[in-house]
């Protein structure tokens, strides 16, 4: 599975930005597909998650009513638009999508994107 970010950019306080992720290959086995985003010097944390038929979400307190994450499983793609952005929602925001890999055991694989950068200034 490959993962691209798209949508990142520089976008005043209050503004809004949409971001993309297009996944490619084994595609069918992405199950929950998620936004993850690190801050310099902060670890990498989890702003908003979706099961794989986009009817469970789960976020952040810190994006709640904010952020709305969405997927297209027909084009392979996963959205989050941001929405009333704060200069603290500054960070490289990456794309997670999990695999259930099924055989005689079955086991948990993540696959990530590289990431695009959201900067908001004040």
Not at 87 to 106: L, Q
Request: hydrophobic share 35%; aromatic share 10%; charged share 15%.
């Amino acid at each position: 599975v490959q993962l691209v970010e798209s949508g990142g950019g520089l976008v005043q306080a209050g503004g809004s930005l949409r971001l993309s992720c297009a996944a490619s290959g084994s595609t069918f086995s992405i199950n929950t597909m998620g936004w993850y985003r690190q801050a310099p010097g902060k670890q990498r944390e989890l702003v908003a998650a979706i099961a794989s038929g986009g009817g469970s979400t789960n976020y952040a307190d810190s994006v709640k009513g904010r952020f709305t994450i969405s997927r297209d499983n027909a084009k392979n793609t996963m959205y989050l638009q941001m929405n009333s952005l704060k200069p603290e929602d500054t960070a490289v925001y990456y794309c997670n999508a999990h695999v259930i890999v099924t055989g005689s055991i079955a086991y948990g694989m993540d696959y990530w994107g590289k990431g695009t950068l959201v900067t908001v200034s004040s």
